[in-house]
């Protein structure tokens, strides 16, 4: 079992968005945050190995890779940017992880059929409102355990959106995002974000 450092160095060789756009609030995940997240889904619970996992919105890949090479049984990847796919695929060529995934080019409206698991690193939606919960509402109908990361400052809100919309939050875990300088409106080096990372089941 490769350690979590380990995968946190193979996943600093994905490359970084080459042009993120704004409007779509797009931003690399870090690689800590990355294996992080992997490591909580695949040994604090077993949500990777051997299961078919979707990453809603994939960007160029870190997650989708890093549940590649976790074990992952399938990995099905889904990003509206081009740009981002065409990097995520370069990339994990280059880490040998490409025979297990399956990227996709599309608005996450066009996933269909059902999945173990889901992992994405949505939208905050502080550029469009409600895009969070968009992803989530689609993570609920798609799996049946979603590791989805959102901006702390909206938590009372996601619990409640969750609860209504017939999610069940297993757990919590409290992380800090740093984001480095991407956009013009960008004035210091860097940004630290509270974020959360949900677990979340469909309430049956």
Known sequence: MIRKKELEILLERVATHPKPKAWLEQYTIPSRIAS???FI?????????DRSVVDLGCGTGRLAIGASILGAREVIAVDIDPAAIKSAKKSSATLGAQNTIHWINSDIDAVGGH????LMNPPFGTRTKHADTRFLLKALSTANTIYS???????????KFVEENLGRIEALYEMQLQIPRTYSFHIKKSYDVEVDLYIIRPRT
């Open 115 to 118: 999945f173990d698991t889901v």
């Open 41 to 49: 889904a695949s040994s604090v619970h077993t949500d990777i190995k």
């Open 36 to 38: 992080e997240m992997l």
């Open 149 to 159: 990361l959102h901006k702390r400052s909206t938590r009372h809100y996601l619990l």
